[in-house]
């Protein structure tokens, strides 16, 4: 059920599960419709519609329309007949391309006709009956378009519609040019065909023209097959007749392949009732005409989808789909329509028999089954399938049956695979994805879809039918490809479809509907064929694993792979391995055993001896084969999916075996859990218990970040008792894509058991108890029950004892796995104790006295005779003759028997058969491992002849002497390393035996299965125990045979040297991993403040008198010097970050409707950018640019990773870089380079100025100078002009430098002065850079002081390089003494600018500039390094400025009383000892002075309704005059920490004033909190009133010309907010609904790709054409401008967010996650999103922090184009 967006927000579905699609080609909506869904989910709109009382329409109302439509819809059908030229009309048939032009000319010029048409079916139900009569009426019809008449025009147009009528019908010859298979006869597909459809072919469906029949059957062409179907319904092999508009009306629809415009109107005529059962009617009246112009069509995916659309809409609805059924034999049209449509493109099976092969496939390579043009039919008949009534129709009629397993036949054995042996294949043909994909949809869905309706014991007949088909289409398919009983060699095909409905209705039968497995199966000999291609996949499977079939490409792995995959495994391995597994129970074990091991081609491998020669097998890939062969048997014997699992079983299997692979995503886990692919079963058995089922056994691990900041998805991980109890291997290895995914679940099983220390070492896979067989499958126990098997086990643990080559761990394992599971089945067989077997029993073979595992596990085997190749060269020498086809020598005389009584019983006796297969199996065994055959007298004795043993073979007599529990025994003792390691655990406690059940055995290594295996034989059998302790008290040495003692030996010490390599490994690593970790939180952690800097950047020893750095190129240290200067690596970017501080406390959210609207005047950035502006309206530019700082947008900051190099080497290794071509990610030429050592994004290096750590010491050394000394000082070095450095590298260096920063933003960021190129500019841009390091370093701290320490900014800091660079190149530009700001700072001025001419703008007053900005002026102007006397100085100077700046701000805030109030309570202090000490006095001061000019009169009352009514308190102006001072301190406190070194204090929130003003030494002595004021940190150069007077005097003077300006220019209390980005809304969808269809301000276009900036929200077209401005995209563009080059976008369409940095950008990933933790990108799932908070935290702290380019790894060039 699918809704319009619209329909959907206007309904309820709180809590309902839903996903959200874009349609790709239009859609109908559900909605109002009450066959869909429930009137009560209705949209408010259509329920009003379904309640009320639709009143009549008048009759005059519609007489016009009546009249005038059938006109109109005839002139309709003119047009289309005028404008279609049959391509058949003219000689050639390749006239058909323009046509096509022509034809969307036609349909280009009827747009206004349909438009029209579909109006008027929006007008509502009456209109809608009116078009319904007027389609449907025959007599319209028959009046106007017979054409009959004078007419010409209409005559013509008639017979164009005849013509094109031609070619509807089935019968009509196809194109012969289509055929492309010219060589095949006609006459070989009819036989298998014939055969298939049995007696029910008859005459009546005649499908072949007149060509066919003729004498000589067309050999160019094809041979039809004939159809078994009699088709009730004529109409669909002839040409089409129409009665009325609506038929001829679809026709042209179908004609013009569907054109959208024409399919809406068809469809939104659909809520007429009699129009939808006409119109349901006509489109299977049409249907094979569909398909025949569906193949034709060269745009067969979009008709697809424009056909499904409406057939979906018809056949979705049961009724009106039985309806169909009933009347016009819609079931019948389909299934011909499809083997009709698949007889175009069959070709001859070349499966086994390829000369003589009557089988016929589909050609995968043909474009109807690469481009999947089939998908529509199949789809809509999937879609009537899953209709119970429909279904039992098909269910029920056996010549429908019959023709459907006829089509499943035509891919029987498709896309077969040949080996390549010699040459790799030149040409890897993909065709296996057709391949799979036909047989997925085209077979296994319909068959899911029947499937569904046989679920009770009532439908028992249904699946009697299709076994019955089934099998003869498989006995059809056996004779057809002549197969007798050995498949061919090094063929193999993964599709054998009518195998899986065999296997598939089987299991149903026995699982759901109690029918007697024995009833349906088929005789032993049928079994045994049935058994050969499904067993041929399996060790197909083993080959391509073992890189057998590496010749023929990749594909073939793919096949392997595909096999396997979640998607087709219930449709391909599951049905193979449980017919394998039905087959196995029903015949002889023996048999199935030795054919197992023959089809893995491993029997040779099989022999007792050393040494043997493997005919068919070379010796590389024989451990693989026997590995998979063992793997093979241990999943055939443990599976239980069919053969007694409940669904909530296997779904709970199906979830642990994925879990255990990996951690799953919610969408990943229900993707690969395999689900019953027919569309209606939901999305597993029983979708509901799948969120139950997933809550009981995984935990939840919410998404999380790791410290590289690649984010985690929302993962399932297994609980710890999934691990303990439920890990299965075998379903492990049965579900595995990758072989690697095995290894992945062991290591994380092993990870388990060592974490919970249930196990140290390295464990074996878990034994399982496998759940109970149903009844009717346990003969499949037999095999573990059978001598063939026991023989097989007892060689393979003699042989691993023995060390032979090409045996592994896992073979072993595999071993002990198959006698564990025998064990675990055996307890009722052992009846007889005593071992007193007849002696019939013993002529049988001489191995093995009986067939039960628990008694020959203890039967000692004395000889065993082998033949031994030493005398290889004598066997090659034999006649060509003797060498069968599986290339045993010796084989000679039973191959010929066989090849005789193959002549002489045409039909095999079913056991002659067996024999034969166990004979040749017994010969191989024997001449291996010489056991007595039955062919053989058997002696007691073990010595016997081979029969007819070529006597060039050397035969030797082994001594064995073991029984299977003696092996066991002395492995434990080869596993462990020591003799007479096992111990039977019932010496000590009896209770072992009574109560088997010991939990510590379920996990362990090979020692411990052994362990438990001896364990349950024991328990199982007094003889058993006898015989085991028997054995222990032996003592006998672990190394059996003499002859190869030095060997062994060899092996241990081998084992020895091997084990103390791995220790030294192991301490290697740890030491590595130790180092590596070291190194990881030195150098690569951006973020956590913990980590310590390898290299403190300069050393705080006191003793050294020079900073040593080290060159992470050459590795050298030393310390930088003028001629070689060393350099720190750093980062320069520009940053926007501190413009978009915002002054509100209130988070700016993105805008999610047209009343939210953001505007960008409140930021940070705005504010100073008007204040610079209006300050140069009034005051003169060069002073301007000395009271403020820029850098708020746009500013450069610095950042280094802390690792200092040569700047020689840095030269040479950029120049290596430039050459090396295949570096992506950055651009060498623009400077860019990661750190050789901790690979971080850099773009610079930063020289590091040579000097000696004389500042840090002079932290200690307080000297005793006056303040007015100092002032003095500091002046005299200022007026020093820098002179310019002599010509060195470091001074070089430091210009190049210089230029990077400047380079580093964009011009219209660093020029502000009115005079283009003014020196000004220059200084003011430098000393902002100092600001913005610092304001920056500010906000990473969290935009205060007070966890003080010397955070990670602080020890990776460059700042103090930075200041270095700076100031040299400040001190350039000498300031005049007449406008140095110290002199107005520190002396009284006489008044100059009465001296000033009228016209000369004024000099900025001191209190309008900024005072941190003085600050780093005074600073970087002076030699460096700095004395800290002097620092302290300036810092003292400033704050008094700073302070009369906070009392000039403070009396303009409060209201005119208080300040009188307050003028008045400071005079009366004036005169005290400490008056400038004290706010009061010094407020009332300031109110005096100010109030002399007009500084207080303008907009008085404006300002009062301004101020809040509440009184100040001293308290509270206290507060306020700290709060005002407090930024300008944490700037100064950061500076001194940067020149100086010392630790920065940590304090509280409120006493962070206090704490600054002691270590900046403001303070004379600290003061108790209580009775602290600011004003006891002043320190006035020279008495504070006449210094406040002079500065107010300025004010004033500038009120008398510009009233109005003087309180806005004031510096005002700075209260800005940390930079954040905007707050996102819960949900998605309100983003998306609200974008998704929002028009772009600058092209007003809806964008294709919508984008909106995170920063500030604005909204933008990515990638669009239509807003390109100089060859830059939108994007790219708006980046530059709000961010300064870094850009943060949110798609709109996609969920997931992309950063632009520079000239490259990366896709950073979602903020929005599912209810499971899980992105949606490109909201593919579509299912609701919610905001992840911790996700947008990180990516705004990525921003402020700067370190996208850091974190996020993946960067790419936009090329100006997003």
């Known amino acids: 059920m699918s809704l319009c967006a619209e329909c959907f927000h206007q309904g309820e579905h709180a809590g309902h599960d839903y996903n959200m699609f874009r349609s790709q080609a239009g859609g109908a909506c559900d909605c109002g419709d009450g066959n869909v869904m429930r009137e009560a989910g209705f949209c408010k709109r259509h329920r009003m519609k379904s309640s009320s009382n639709v009143p009549c329409v008048p009759k005059d109302l519609l007489m016009m329309s009546e009249l005038v439509l059938p006109q109109f819809i005839f002139s309709l059908i003119q047009y289309l007949r005028e404008g279609y030229n049959e391509p058949g009309m003219f000689e050639f048939a390749s006239l058909d391309l323009p046509s096509e032009k022509d034809l969307h000319r036609i349909l280009q010029m009827l747009e206004p006709h349909v438009s029209f048409l579909e109006d008027l079916t929006k007008m509502g139900g009456a209109m809608r009956s009116v078009l319904t009569q007027v389609l449907t009426n025959q007599q319209f019809y028959k009046d106007l378009s017979s054409g009959v008449g004078e007419n010409a025009c209409a005559k013509k147009s008639h017979e164009k519609y005849l013509i094109a009528l031609k070619g509807s019908g089935l019968a009509f010859p196809e194109d012969k040019l289509a055929c492309g298979m010219q060589e095949q006869a006609s006459g070989t597909s009819t036989l298998a065909i014939q055969g298939l459809a049995g007696a029910t072919t008859s005459g009546q469906g005649e499908s072949s023209d007149e060509e066919d029949q003729d004498g000589s059957q067309g050999v160019g062409k094809r041979k039809r097959v004939k ?166 129709k098909f269910l029920e009629d056996h010549s429908l049956l019959v023709t459907w397993m006829n089509f499943v036949s035509f891919f029987q054995g498709m896309n077969l695979n040949k080996r390549e042996l010699n ?130 490409g990749l594909q073939i792995k793919g096949q392997a792979m595909t096999y396997v995959q979640s998607h087709f495994c219930n449709s391909m391995i599951d049905p193979d391995i449980y017919l394998l597994q039905v087959c196995a129970s029903r015949l002889d074990p023996d048999y199935f055993i030795s054919s197992v091991f023959e089809r893995f081609k491993v029997v040779d491998l099989l022999t007792m001896a050393s040494q043997h020669q493997n005919t068919v097998l070379d010796s590389e890939h024989e451990r693989s084969m026997l590995e998979g062969a063992l793997t093979f048997l241990v999943i055939l014997l443990s599976l239980r999916l069919h053969l007694g699992m409940t669904d909530d079983e296997i779904l709970r299997a199906e979830m642990v075996a994925q879990l255990c692979m990996n951690d799953r995503t919610h969408s990943s886990l229900l993707d690969l859990i395999p689900e019953n692919p027919n569309p209606k079963s939901g999305i597993v058995p029983g979708s509901l218990s799948f969120e139950s089922m997933l809550s009981a056994v995984a935990d939840f691990k919410a998404p999380v970040f790791e410290p590289g900041g690649s984010m985690q998805q929302g993962m399932y991980t297994p609980k710890a008792d999934i691990w303990d109890k439920e890990f299965d291997p075998v379903m ?9 995914d095995v290894q992945s679940a062991m290591d994380r099983y092993t990870a388990f058991l060592k974490q919970s220390g249930k196990f140290p070492g390295n464990p074996w896979p878990p034994y399982k108890k496998r759940t109970l067989l149903h009844p009717s499958y346990k003969g499949l126990m037999k095999l573990l029950h059978c001598k063939t098997l026991h023989i097989v086990l007892f060689t393979l643990l003699y042989k691993i004892l023995m060390d032979h080559q090409n045996l592994s761990e896992h073979v072993l394992c595999m071993v002990l796995y198959l006698i564990e599971l025998g064990l675990e089945d055996s307890q009722e067989q052992e009846s007889d104790e005593e071992d007193s077997v007849g002696e019939h029993e013993r002529c049988h073979d001489s191995w093995f006295p009986s067939s039960n595992l628990v008694s020959n596990m203890r039967h000692f085997i004395n000889y065993v005779r082998v033949r031994v190749p030493e005398t290889a060269p004598e066997v090659k020498r034999e006649p060509p003759a003797s060498t069968s086809s599986d290339g045993l020598a010796s084989s000679q005389s039973p191959r010929r028997s066989k090849s005789l009584q193959r002549e002489n019983s045409g039909t095999a006796q079913v056991f002659s058969l067996v024999a034969e297969r166990r004979k040749k199996f017994q010969e191989i065994i024997n001449r291996n491992s010489s056991e007595a055959s039955q062919v053989v007298r058997p002696k007691t004795s073990m010595k016997w002849s081979a029969p007819g043993a070529t006597p060039q073979l050397t035969t030797a007599i082994l001594e064995i002497k073991e029984s299977i529990l003696s092996l066991l025994i002395k492995l434990h003792h080869k596993l462990s390393g020591k003799q007479n390691s096992y111990y039977p655990p019932w010496f000590d406690d009896m209770e072992v035996l009574i109560q088997p059940e010991i939990p510590k055995y379920s996990h362990g290594d090979g ?123 750093v980062l320069l970017q520009a940053s926007s970050v501190l413009g978009q501080c915002r002054n509100s406390t209130e988070p700016k959210k993105l805008p999610t409707s047209e009343e939210e609207q953001i505007y960008p005047s409140d930021t940070c950035a705005a504010v100073h950018d008007v204040r610079l502006t209006t300050l140069q309206r009034y005051f003169k530019d060069s002073s301007c640019l000395q009271a403020v700082s820029i850098g708020w947008e746009g500013g450069v900051y610095v950042q280094t990773c802390g690792h200092t190099l040569h700047i020689d080497c840095h030269k040479s290794y950029m120049e290596s870089l430039r050459n090396d071509q295949v570096l992506q990610g950055f651009s060498v030429d623009k400077g860019e380079f990661t750190c050789p050592l901790c690979r971080q994004f850099a773009n610079s290096v930063l020289p590091c100025y040579p000097g000696n750590n004389v500042e840090r010491s002079l932290l200690q050394c307080h000297s005793n100078k006056s303040m007015q000394d100092l002032i003095k000082e500091v002046e005299e070095l200022q007026e020093q002009l820098g002179t310019f450095p002599s010509e060195t ?17 964009q011009k219209k960021y660093t020029d502000y002065s009115k005079t283009p190129g003014s020196p000004d500019n220059d200084f003011l841009f430098m000393y902002s850079v100092a600001r913005t390091n610092l304001e920056l370093e500010l906000v990473h701290r969290g935009g205060n002081l007070c966890l003080g320490g010397a955070n990670t900014a602080g020890k990776r800091s460059c700042l103090n390089q930075l200041f270095h660079v700076l100031a040299m190149h400040m001190r350039l530009y000498s300031i005049d003494s007449a406008y140095n700001p110290w002199r107005k700072l520190t002396q009284l001025m006489q008044d100059r600018n009465s001296q000033m001419s009228s016209e000369e703008l004024p000099e900025v007053p001191v209190l309008y500039r900024d005072v941190s900005s003085l600050l780093l002026i005074q600073i970087l102007t002076m030699p460096q390094p700095l004395c800290k006397e002097h620092f302290t100085c300036i810092v003292k100077v400033l704050f008094t400025l700073l302070y009369t700046q906070a009392l000039v701000a403070f009396s303009v805030k409060c209201s005119a009383e208080d300040r009188v109030a307050w003028k008045n309570s400071g005079a009366l202090k004036k005169n005290t000892s400490n008056g400038e000490k004290s706010w009061e006095v010094l407020l009332s001061h300031v109110i005096s002075e100010l109030s002399k000019g007009k500084m207080f009169e303008e907009g008085e009352t404006e300002e009062l309704a301004m101020v809040s009514s509440s009184v100040w308190t001293p308290d509270s102006i206290e507060g306020y005059l700290q709060q005002f001072c407090l930024p300008f301190l944490r700037i100064t406190c950061l500076l001194q920490h940067h020149l100086f070194g010392g630790e920065l204090p940590s304090c509280q929130e409120d006493e962070e004033f206090t704490v600054l003003a002691n270590c900046l030494g403001l303070l004379s002595s600290f003061q108790s909190p209580h009775q602290f004021t600011s004003a006891s940190c002043l320190d006035w150069p020279v008495p504070a009133f006449n210094m406040i007077s002079q500065w107010c005097l300025e004010l004033a003077s500038f009120a008398d010309r510009h009233a109005e300006q003087v309180k806005v220019l004031l510096v005002q209390e700075p209260k800005w907010d940390l930079p954040c980005l905007l707050q996102l809304p819960e949900n998605y969808n309100t983003i998306f609904q609200y974008y998704h269809r929002k028009t772009c301000t600058v092209c007003t276009k809806v964008p294709k790709d919508p984008a909106v900036c995170l920063v500030c929200g604005t909204f933008v077209c990515l990638k669009g054409l239509c807003c390109k401005q100089q060859s830059y995209c939108e994007c790219v563009l708006h980046s530059q401008n709000c961010g300064a080059g870094t850009g943060i976008f949110l798609l709109i369409n996609a969920s997931v967010i992309i950063i632009i940095r520079g000239h490259r950008f990366c896709l950073w990933g979602s903020v929005y996650l599912d209810a499971h933790g899980e992105e949606d990108r490109d909201l593919r799932r579509g299912k609701p999103l919610y905001i992840c908070k911790e996700r947008y935290k990180v990516l705004e702290q990525q921003w402020v922090s700067h370190t996208f380019d850091h974190i996020n790894k993946r960067w790419g060039p936009h090329y100006n184009g997003l």
Request: aromatic share 8%; proline share 4%.
């Open 1289 to 1305: 590298n470091l001074s070089k260096e430091m210009e190049s430098v210089m230029k990077d920063i400047k380079s580093t933003t």
């Open 732 to 740: 492990v290895i049965l579900r595995t894509v990758y072989r690697r």
């Open 227 to 392: 159809l078994s179907s009699s088709t009730k319904d004529q109409s669909i092999m002839d040409v089409l007749k129409h009665k009325c508009f609506l038929e001829e009306l679809l026709f042209w629809t179908i004609k013009y392949e569907f054109p959208q415009k024409m399919v809406t109107f068809l469809l939104n005529m659909l809520p007429d009732q009699d129009y939808k059962i006409a119109f349901t009617k006509t489109f299977v009246q049409h249907y094979a005409f569909i398909m025949k112009t569906l193949k034709k069509s060269h745009e067969s995916d979009t008709m697809s989808n424009r056909i499904v659309h409406i057939s979906v809409q018809l056949f979705s609805n049961e009724e009106l789909a039985r309806q169909v059924t009933e009347e016009c034999q819609l079931l019948d049209i389909m299934v011909t329509v499809l083997l009709y449509m698949m007889e175009s493109c069959l070709i001859k099976s070349e499966l086994q028999d390829e000369e003589n092969s009557l089988h016929v496939v589909v050609n995968c390579g043909e474009a109807l089954l690469k481009n999947n043009t089939y998908w529509p039919l199949v789809s809509d008949f999937i879609n009537i399938l899953s209709h119970q009534s429909v279904a039992k």
């Open 423 to 552: 040459e790799h294949v030149e040409f890897e043909s993909q065709t296996y994805y057709a391949a799979f994909a036909a047989e997925l949809e085209a077979c296994a869905q319909p068959m899911w879809g029947l499937l569904s309706h046989c679920k009770v014991r009532e439908t028992q007949e249904y699946t009697r039918n299709v076994v019955r088909y089934c099998l003869e289409a498989l006995q059809d398919w056996f004779d057809a490809i002549n197969f007798v009983d050995e498949p061919a060699p090094n063929q193999v095909t993964f599709h054998l479809p009518l195998h899986r409905y065999y296997a598939m209705f089987l299991s149903k039968a026995v699982k759901c509907q109690e029918l007697d497995l024995d009833s349906i199966l088929p005789d032993q000999e049928m079994l045994m064929k049935l058994m050969i291609h499904p067993l041929q996949i399996q060790a197909s499977l083993s080959e391509i694993h073992s890189n057998m079939w590496v010749r023929n």
């Open 1007 to 1129: 020692m411990t299965a052994v362990e438990r295996i001896l364990l349950k034989a024991a328990v199982q059998s007094r003889l058993n125990k006898r015989i085991i302790e028997e054995i222990c008290r032996k003592v006998t040495p672990p190394v059996p045979p003499k002859k190869i003692s030095p060997a062994e030996k060899k092996t241990l010490d081998k084992e020895e040297r091997r084990q103390k390599a791995r220790e030294r490994q192991q301490k290697l690593l740890a030491e590595f991993a130790s180092r590596q970790k070291s190194f990881m939180e030195t150098a690569m952690d951006v973020e956590l403040p913990d980590a310590d800097i390898a290299m403190e950047i300069a050393t705080s020893e006191q003793h050294v008198s020079e900073a040593v750095y080290d060159c992470v190129i050459c590795g050298q240290s030393g310390p930088s010097t003028e001629d070689r200067p060393t350099g720190l690596v």
